[in-house]
């Protein structure tokens, strides 16, 4: 009876199986066929219901789309998605910057494409990110999350192209301000927290380079830790006005000729520690940059340079003969001015009532505005 009663079950099994498969069809267990036939129940398995989103669920910059009823991809920003997820609060080569404080301070925003509409509302709207080198500091990440429309301060541009900064959404009217490519500014009084799109364009509306002559950032990957003007509460009242501006890189980081000229002065001075002074042409003025703090520096009295070449390295000199409240850490200062220190004691600040604008006298000295020179490449 055990033998008929398990011949009998084979045959009930084979039936089953040549029933339920096709000829030269491959056959397939139960548990292998879970995925092709959703919603069958095997033994031991249970069809798993995915969570449906939510209309009004969060969709990060990074979101790919999501395809509708119609099966039509959903619409996503106008920046590619590859340059979306570089989207990190570093500026990097090739981008366009915002920042939420004058004089590149605060959380970025970075961008490698024209953005036509910002958005003014979280969470979709493009926002300003923290900086993940420097996560902790807070005045580097002021503003972080804020929507970036009408909310930056100032731009850099490390495109090879113009961008320009419109007043109005989807590139509109005639208020605008380029900020040409290698460049850094503040925006205008009329851009600043003013800012509802940007377009990397072919031309410029600002004057044009001097003949032979261009000017740029003496560093690379940095942000400005003192802007011209800013008022240093470590000094006395009556002379606490910048006349340059201080520029923080990395450790160790090439300082460059801001411009092509002559060497004009090498050495150490025990206020400005290392420094260089660099004589310029620009356009039939006389005017010489100076370069402070540095750890080294590696050109001589008399060389020619070219705009970008390493004339030294980025330090904190002579900070420690300095008492703790006078040292500032590794930074770059920078400054323009009208006359020749070959002893390198050029003043880093002076009173409120020398200030014009982007130019101040004092003691006979006339300083310039480093940022306005490198934009306008010319005198202010």
């Not at 249970?46 to 009004?56: F, I, L, S």
Request: glycine share 10%.
């Amino acid at each position: 009876m055990k033998n008929i009663y398990s011949r009998s079950m084979l045959l009930c099994f084979a039936l089953v199986f040549s029933l339920s498969c096709g000829e030269g069809e491959e056959l397939l267990w139960p548990e292998d066929s879970v995925d092709s036939a959703p919603g069958v129940e095997v033994p031991g398995s249970e069809e798993v219901a995915m969570p449906q989103e939510d209309e009004g669920a969060w969709k990060g910059e990074e979101d790919w789309g999501d395809e509708d009823a119609e099966g039509e991809e959903a619409w996503v920003p106008e920046v590619a998605a590859a340059a979306t997820t570089a989207r990190n609060g570093v500026c990097d080569s090739g981008e366009f910057c915002y920042f939420y404080n004058s004089d590149n301070l605060g959380a970025i925003s970075d961008f490698s494409a024209s953005v036509g509409d910002y958005g003014s509302t979280q969470p979709s709207c493009y926002d300003f990110k923290p900086r993940p080198n420097n996560i902790n500091d807070t005045k580097l990440n002021n503003g972080k999350g804020t929507c970036i429309k009408n909310n930056a301060a100032s731009a850099c541009n490390f495109s090879d192209r113009t961008v320009r900064v419109y007043y109005n959404s989807n590139y509109a009217g005639s208020l605008f301000q380029d900020i040409l490519s290698g460049k850094c500014a503040n925006l205008s009084a009329s851009l600043k927290n003013n800012n509802a799109s940007h377009q990397f364009v072919n031309s410029s509306s600002e004057p044009p380079p001097s003949p032979g002559l261009s000017w740029q950032y003496p560093m690379s990957n940095y942000y400005i830790s003192l802007g011209w003007g800013g008022i240093n509460s470590k000094k006395l009242a009556d002379r606490n006005r910048h006349v340059a501006i201080d520029i923080v890189g990395s450790i160790g980081g090439s300082v460059n000729a801001a411009a092509a000229g002559t060497v004009a002065a090498v050495g150490s001075q025990n206020a400005n520690g290392n420094f260089v002074v660099l004589q310029h042409n620009l356009n039939g003025n006389t005017v010489y940059s100076f370069y402070a703090h540095l750890s080294s520096y590696s050109v001589s009295r008399g060389a020619v340079v070219s705009k970008g070449q390493k004339i030294g390295v980025m330090g904190d000199t002579p900070s420690a003969s300095l008492p703790p409240e006078q040292r500032f850490g590794a930074h770059l200062h920078f400054s323009v001015m009208n006359k020749l220190d070959s002893t390198g004691a050029y003043y880093g600040y002076a009173s409120a009532a020398s200030f014009s604008g982007n130019r101040a006298t004092y003691l006979g000295t006339t300083f310039y505005n480093p940022a306005y020179v490198i934009q306008y490449e010319k005198l202010p």
